[in-house]
């Protein structure tokens, strides 16, 4: 099973991404150029490192320059935890962007990317780890006023096979498509890069090293294909 390129402590999983609000909080381009983003993180930070909190949730937002034109752009993520069994219950990032820089506005795209836990009751088989249309508000979003009229949020299909998503990873995303001089300048920042490299390691190396070793089975035993695999039950 797909899962298991989660570490299996979820506190492990948890570490990851406080790691990466630890870069948001500490490094002055973040404080330069996108104050809320550094508010949040440190605030968050703080929250999520409590020995009482065993989920992580962070929300936050960026306004940066894509088709020529300033948009803002919200994302956030959390993984949540069976407190029970210590296993995860659900791992979940989003990102929507906004007509525009300025509230209020509408949300012109929204996605999210899910690891559909296996064990949690569904009415069908779905990708482990998939890309959808949509979605909930979330409190973030929901603090800020926005709506879901003008999508068809209840219409959560196609879910599309994607690989696994961390904050860094998703922010990363965002950066590449921003035509912001800064940001393509702070692509290039060491220690920016660092941390993309960590978590490509720690999550990607092995979802696609996983990935490599089943076509190489089904090239063999001419019996299954890497899709049979990458759906939970």
Not at 33 to 42: I, K, P, R
Not at 52 to 73: A, G, K, M, P
Not at 80 to 98: F, N, P, T, V, W
């Amino acid at each position: 099973m797909f899962l298991d390129i989660y570490p299996k402590d979820p506190q492990n999983f948890k570490k990851n991404e406080l790691n990466t609000l630890q870069t948001l909080r500490t490094q002055p381009f973040f404080q330069q150029n996108f104050q809320q983003l550094y508010l949040d993180a440190e605030q968050e930070y703080f929250r999520n490192d409590s020995p009482r909190f065993q989920n992580f949730e962070f929300e936050s937002h960026i306004d940066i320059t894509i088709d020529q034109v300033l948009r803002r752009v919200y994302f956030g993520g959390k993984m949540i935890r069976d407190g029970r069994k210590q296993k995860y219950e659900e791992i979940s990032y989003y990102l929507a962007i906004c007509q525009s820089g300025c509230l209020p506005c509408q949300i012109l795209r929204k996605f999210h990317f899910d690891c559909a836990v296996p064990g949690i009751l569904r009415n069908k088989v779905v990708p482990l780890f998939h890309l959808q249309y949509a979605g909930e508000l979330t409190p973030y979003l929901t603090k800020d006023g926005f709506n879901l009229n003008n999508m068809e949020s209840g219409f959560s299909e196609p879910r599309i096979i994607h690989f696994p998503i961390t904050l860094a990873l998703l922010l990363n995303m965002i950066f590449v498509e921003a035509e912001d001089e800064k940001i393509k300048t702070y692509l290039r920042d060491e220690i920016w890069l660092n941390l993309v490299r960590k978590n490509e390691e720690f999550i990607l190396f092995k979802y696609y090293e996983k990935c490599g070793n089943l076509i190489k089975l089904s090239k063999r035993n001419n019996s299954s294909f890497i899709l049979d695999h990458c759906y939970a039950a």
